[in-house]
């Protein structure tokens, strides 16, 4: 599925555990509910795409364009997202829990009751992000002062 053109495909519920799907375009997509566990979507075009309530543990997400994904209740936990265009996004009720956000572009994203346990966002673009009741600890980096 490398490199696939996939924009408006709906794979809601989909098993795609482990899938290398590096460079695919799936625009408008929608993956709600899917097992994305360890999936390779590096540098894929997932703008607007609905992952709502999707696994995407540990998937590697490096440069991936999510700009105005839905992502709700969707699990991230130790998904790497260094680099990734992530704007507009809507993560509400969603884990992050350890994620790699390093350098992305969060500007505008919605963190509402979002697990943000041990995640890294050091350096990443953090511009009007709404931050209500979020969780942290100790091992969360990157957080802008008073967060």
Do not use: C
């Amino acid at each position: 599925m490398r490199n696939s053109w996939l924009n408006g495909v709906d794979l809601t519920g989909a098993n795609l555990t482990g899938a290398d799907m590096s460079g695919a375009r799936l625009v408008k997509a929608k993956l709600d509910k899917a097992n994305l566990t360890g999936v390779d979507l590096r540098q894929a075009d997932m703008r607007n795409t609905s992952l709502n309530g999707a696994n995407l543990t540990k998937a590697d997400l490096r440069q991936a364009n999510l700009h105005g994904a839905y992502l709700p209740k969707a699990n991230l936990n130790g998904a790497n997202l260094s680099g990734a265009i992530i704007r507009q996004v809507n993560f509400t009720g969603g884990n992050l829990n350890g994620a790699n956000l390093t350098g992305a572009n969060l500007s505008l994203a919605d963190f509402t009751e979002v697990d943000l346990r041990g995640a890294d966002l050091t350096g990443a673009s953090l511009v009007n992000v709404k931050w209500t009741g979020f969780k942290k600890d100790a091992n969360t980096k990157g957080l802008p002062p008073g967060r």
